[in-house]
């Protein structure tokens, strides 16, 4: 036959060339086939891999063989010329194999063999064949131009097995943040599970997979959630401990990987996967991880995959570890959300306040001792009658606090209505207050209801009450006094059950004093008085209340503002704050508002900074502002809140499991802590753990007691 004659020095260049630039290694291995084909000017070839788990040799591509024959002729290791080359390592020319006594016949026309040994690191990986119908087909010269190139070959191989790792690794690694936000942002346990299934099978493209708690009340392990089975299937999915494979998967606490499900002795197959797997059930593996906490079993969960020959089954089983525990942890979650609620519902009011947000009473904010000792007064006076006085100046939230008290008393789910006493002209606020009849005056064209009318049953609010004319402070009086009110025009009085609450920035002694404030109102309005700190005097919670503003307009503005730089930061802790926290609201809003960056520097409050008195800087740190520093440039994250956003669980990327888990256990033991008045071997048995293991947490989670 007329063969065309190649460069073997060109072809070894084009090789290499291609080494470096190719994004198609399968396609570069037939490359190279293909040029040992054409070099030798033979008819048939093949490349072919170890398969050292059955110890053969398997044919990645071939040219002119019968593909069929292939499959279903293994050659063993040390069998034939080529299985020879591939236990010794040594290349071999035979010219005539009938005259080989290593020689395996495949094909009845094959007169010459070539085999030179694929080797990476002195390790043999596979060989390439070559094959011609004429005796003496091969020279000493083809020999050591395809055993150049078998070693190129074996390097791609290599090489292409380190990228599908990597692709592999990458997916699982996607996959496992995936998890993580569906985790992270519900508490529904159902919708938990179910989304882990369906992620696991579109990411992963896992065939099947269930996960598989214990039931308590039953003695049984249960199928919880499922991908690709029916819900007759999943009802069918239960086991006795030590059942099949997953009972004792849950009974040894082991995982596991089984190769061929099907011919496996303790797969029951009792909700008819293998039904899904006809075209080759024997070629489907079966991964079980077991779900535990602590020392506990909860259950376990499973995956099957259909191998093909680059499936890292290790690699799918470790995933699978770290999905059960994430299930683990979820579980834990919902557990202690559970525990929480009914401690809620039959726990005193100060356990419920510990089980609030640890800054915020309703829409308060601070830590200062000031706001505490205010915020334990609320809480007392709160579920009262009495009447409140609120005192402070202006900007100090003295409203917010009217607010508290309502919607923490038993009359939170009446009335509360609130009145400017300043805002209103003092011939109409008398009307405003008791109402009027039809006629009564001028412009009274109908009867109206006054706002003590309309909190009957509530709260009112008397805002600026120092400003209230000494005429109209003898009716509120009454009020107070007799619990009645008449309206103007009317002859007739009307009873009222309305809790008063009154506000006011100026001192009402010294209006007493001056006889411009009745001191017989002032004592009966002053049964409980509760004075605001002015923001000045709580610095420590001027990062609590940027942070909560800054998301506030950030979100109402829909700006993209993540943060504030540490220089601004010292600014606005430096400043004074005479319009106290309303004013420090103002400068937030107004800059974000204007805001041009998504960090605000100093320039972005240049307001204020003419304003700032000339002292030393104050020593509150300001990385108590980590929650409105953005880290990295990522979303701030705030895990006490119980939900994540993705853009939060992106900012986590190859630290998900460690942040979330560590906050996770944190917050468990600190909770069990104060449930056991810090006990810890009462607080060990609760959570599960040995005392050991409790110290260690604590340690390792620096919390403190």
Request: charged share 25%; hydrophobic share 40%; with cysteine.
């Amino acid at each position: 036959m007329s063969v065309k004659k190649f460069n073997p020095i060109q072809s070894i260049h084009e090789v290499a060339t291609a080494m470096n630039s190719t994004q198609d290694p399968d396609g570069l291995l037939e490359l190279i086939l293909d040029r040992c084909i054409q070099i030798c000017g033979v008819e048939s070839g093949s490349l072919m891999l170890i398969d050292e788990k059955h110890g053969v040799l398997d044919a990645v591509t071939s040219r002119g063989m019968n593909q069929q024959l292939l499959r279903e002729t293994k050659l063993k290791i040390g069998q034939g010329i080529t299985g020879v080359a591939a236990s010794t390592g040594k290349a071999k020319l035979v010219n005539d194999v009938s005259k080989d006594p290593d020689y395996i016949q495949v094909k009845e026309e094959i007169k010459s063999e070539l085999v030179a040994p694929m080797i990476v690191e002195d390790d043999i990986i596979g060989v390439i064949s070559l094959d011609s119908n004429r005796l003496n087909a091969f020279t000493a010269e083809m020999l050591e131009i395809v055993s150049v190139l078998a070693h190129q070959a074996g390097q791609i191989f290599k090489n292409l097995q380190t990228i599908r790792s990597l692709e592999q690794r990458t997916k699982i690694q996607a996959t496992l943040i995936e998890i993580s936000k569906v985790v992270s942002s519900t508490l529904d346990q159902n919708e938990v599970f179910d989304s882990i299934m369906v992620t696991m099978e579109k990411s992963l493209r896992l065939e099947k997979g269930s996960i598989v708690l214990f039931n308590k009340e039953e003695g049984l392990l249960r199928i919880v959630a499922a991908s690709g089975l029916s819900p007759e299937e999943i009802d069918k999915g239960t086991y006795q401990p030590g059942e099949g494979i997953t009972g004792k998967v849950y009974e040894s606490g082991e995982p596991i990987i089984i190769e061929s499900v099907a011919s496996h002795p303790d797969f029951l197959n009792r909700v008819g996967y293998l039904s899904h797997f006809k075209h080759d059930p024997h070629n489907v593996s079966l991964l079980c991880a077991p779900i535990l906490s602590e020392q506990t079993m909860l259950g376990v969960v499973n995956a099957f995959i259909v191998q093909n020959k680059h499936t890292d089954l290790k690699s799918f089983l470790d995933f699978l570890q770290v999905v059960a525990s994430i299930i683990s942890q979820s579980i834990k979650i919902q557990n202690l959300v559970e525990e929480a609620k009914k401690e809620i519902s039959r726990e005193n009011i100060q356990l419920k306040r510990e089980l609030k947000n640890k800054y915020k009473f309703g829409s308060l904010i601070g830590k200062a001792a000031s706001m505490e000792k205010m915020f334990e007064k609320i809480q007392l006076v709160a579920d009262s009658r009495a009447s409140v006085l609120i005192t402070g100046e202006s900007g100090t939230g003295k409203e917010m606090i009217a607010n508290a008290i309502h919607y923490n008393s038993s009359r939170s789910e009446n009335p509360f209505i609130k009145i400017n006493c300043a805002a209103i002209p003092e011939n109409l606020l008398e009307s405003e207050l008791f109402g009027h009849k039809k006629g009564s005056f001028t412009g009274a064209v109908t009867d109206k209801k006054g706002k003590f009318e309309l909190a009957d049953t509530g709260t009112i609010f008397l805002d600026e009450i120092g400003e209230m004319d000494l005429n109209l402070q003898s009716k509120l009086l009454r009020v107070l006094q007799e619990r009645e009110i008449e309206a103007i025009g009317s002859t007739k009085a009307k009873k009222v059950d309305v809790r008063i609450i009154a506000a006011t920035n100026a001192e009402l002694e010294q209006l007493v004093a001056e006889k411009k404030f009745r001191a017989d109102l002032f004592y009966r309005l002053n049964v409980v008085k509760i004075n605001t700190p002015p923001l000045r005097d709580r610095v420590e919670d001027i990062p609590l209340l940027m942070n909560h503003f800054l998301e506030k307009y950030t979100k109402d503005n829909n700006k993209v503002v993540k943060g504030i730089s540490r220089e601004a930061s010292k600014l606005l802790l430096k400043y004074r704050w005479p319009g106290n926290v309303r004013e420090l609201e103002n400068v937030i809003e107004r800059a974000v508002v204007l805001a041009q960056d998504e960090i605000l520097s100093e320039d972005d409050f240049s307001d204020i900074l003419s304003s700032i008195d000339d002292l030393p800087e104050n020593t509150t740190e300001v990385t108590q502002l980590n929650h409105v520093e953005s880290v990295s440039g990522a979303e701030p994250l705030d895990l006490g809140s119980g939900r994540l956003t993705p853009g939060q669980l992106d900012g986590l990327d190859g630290r998900a499991m460690e942040i979330v888990v560590s906050e996770v256990e944190s917050r468990l033991i600190q909770y069990a802590m104060k449930k056991f008045r810090y006990t810890k071997t009462r607080v060990a048995k609760f959570l599960g753990i040995n005392r050991n293991t409790l110290d260690k947490k604590i340690k390792e989670l620096n919390i403190e007691y």
